[in-house]
């Protein structure tokens, strides 16, 4: 089971949407660069996380999952969602 931040579809309308799927062990993270206002809050968040200088610049491992999950609620475009696994 698991669960999607509040302003989320299900994974398969984000994919359909043209979201872009980084696949982490705790969670996988969705971003869709069409629609990002680069206000840098992920950047800024946690650089191990959102590198734009890394490929993939998103590592869903790089930190624990609610750190990740209060960065991507601080996303004022909601270019970046997240689905985390229910242990």
Not at 8 to 27: I, P, V
Not at 33 to 61: M, S, T, Y
Request: glycine residues 2%; proline residues 3%.
């Amino acid at each position: 089971m698991a669960t999607f931040n509040n302003h989320q579809m299900t994974k398969e309308e984000l994919l359909a949407n043209d979201y872009r799927e980084y696949r982490g062990k705790e969670m996988n993270v969705y971003f869709k660069a069409e629609i990002c206002q680069h206000a840098a809050e992920c950047v800024r968040g946690n650089l191990a996380v959102f590198n734009p200088k890394q490929k993939p610049w998103i590592n869903a491992d790089a930190a624990k999952a609610e750190e990740i999950k209060e960065i991507i609620n601080r996303c004022p475009s909601h270019a970046l969602q997240y689905e985390r696994e229910m242990v």
